[in-house]
């Protein structure tokens, strides 16, 4: 989509100009009314997410461009939707501006985003906007999924195998390379380039769920009939360590994670000390894989699918204790805790 951009300020356009230049980005038989009506198929269940992203704690210019903010805020509410097994409807979007904020920089953003909702044929169908001292940007996104398909964090229980869809620490390295250009000195510029699209375009993992389904279908005795086998799983937007001992307490069980089956990108090795890497990987963030518990037999079946990346992690425990094991005894067991990943109010 090629518009040309304002070079006006937010403060000089006023809210119906704005909104007037936004609604360009929305499909105009959605837009208009107070609310937007979508319709979903039969039998499915409409799945609802919101996500709310501040200047200065969740994004900024020093590291984000507005294509690049309205990507990754889109990304993180698709990759909600896909943690429930949901397919996307559309969202809304709610903007807090500054007045003396350009135009151009909102104009952005929003190309950002339908960059990213594009590939997954999702319209921006609707928001608000605000006048706020700090750019705020909160996004609403809906989904539908079939009731014998979600996937709550609830639903592990022992003896399942722990998934993991792809790598993890890669955009907490691309955030670093931002911040401190002097690290990675050993990195060849296209693997440094890699690293920083990790964290400044992100990949919703919406591309799993047909082949989850088609694996457990495979599973079914009769083809096209309901075969609900109850999935549990979550994204790891907040970190590996996160994800797993989150869905552990929905669950009520434990589980033991794998040292050597924790997948990172392989330039780690050129940078980072194996601690280094460790802690990118279980406490970094953003990366938006999937981390998923189902039986061992089907978990081998996803993760040959998946292909590179792709890991059984670990597996689920009597308990409560998420405990990150080495096979190999170079270090002793450990439990791992939320402590040491961000937490919005945390001292």
Not at 3 to 13: A, G, P, R, W
Request: proline share 6%; hydrophobic share 40%; aromatic share 4%.
């Amino acid at each position: 989509m090629n518009i040309k951009l304002s070079s006006q300020q937010v403060k000089d356009t006023g809210e119906q100009g704005l909104l007037e230049r936004l609604q360009r980005f929305c499909p105009p038989e959605i837009i208009g009314d107070d609310a937007a009506v979508l319709e979903t198929a039969p039998g499915q269940s409409l799945v609802v997410t919101t996500d709310v992203l501040v200047d200065g704690v969740h994004f900024s210019n020093l590291t984000t461009s507005p294509e690049d903010t309205g990507w990754r805020a889109a990304a993180a509410n698709l990759s909600d939707l896909a943690a429930m097994g949901a397919s996307p409807l559309g969202i809304t979007v709610g903007l807090g501006l500054p007045g003396e904020l350009r135009v151009s920089w909102v104009e952005r953003l929003y190309q950002g985003m339908t960059e990213c909702l594009q590939k997954y044929n999702t319209p921006i169908v609707g928001g608000d906007v605000v006048r706020s001292p700090v750019t705020t940007l909160a996004i609403t996104a809906f989904g539908q999924v079939n009731p014998s398909q979600i996937i709550r964090r609830s639903a592990a229980v022992l003896g399942d195998a722990i998934v993991v869809t792809g790598v993890h620490g890669a955009s907490h390295a691309g955030l670093e390379l931002l911040l401190h250009p002097e690290l990675g000195q050993n990195l060849k510029d296209v693997e440094r380039t890699a690293l920083i699209r990790a964290h400044q375009r992100p990949q919703p993992r919406l591309d799993v769920l047909p082949i989850l389904w088609k694996i457990l279908a495979s599973q079914c005795p009769m083809p096209h009939a309901p075969c609900p086998m109850p999935i549990a799983g979550m994204d790891s937007s907040d970190g590996l360590a996160d994800a797993i001992i989150q869905i552990c307490r929905a669950s009520g069980v434990g589980a033991v994670l794998e040292y050597r089956q924790i997948s990172v990108p392989k330039t780690f090795n050129n940078w980072l000390t194996p601690d280094q890497a460790l802690k990118y990987a279980l406490y970094g963030g953003e990366d938006f894989e999937l981390v998923l518990c189902l039986p061992q037999e089907l978990a081998l079946v996803l993760v040959q699918h998946l292909g590179e990346g792709a890991a059984i992690a670990g597996r689920i425990i009597a308990g409560s204790k998420v405990i990150l094991h080495d096979e190999q005894k170079k270090f002793p067991d450990q439990v791992l805790n939320l402590s040491q990943g961000f937490q919005h109010f945390g001292q």
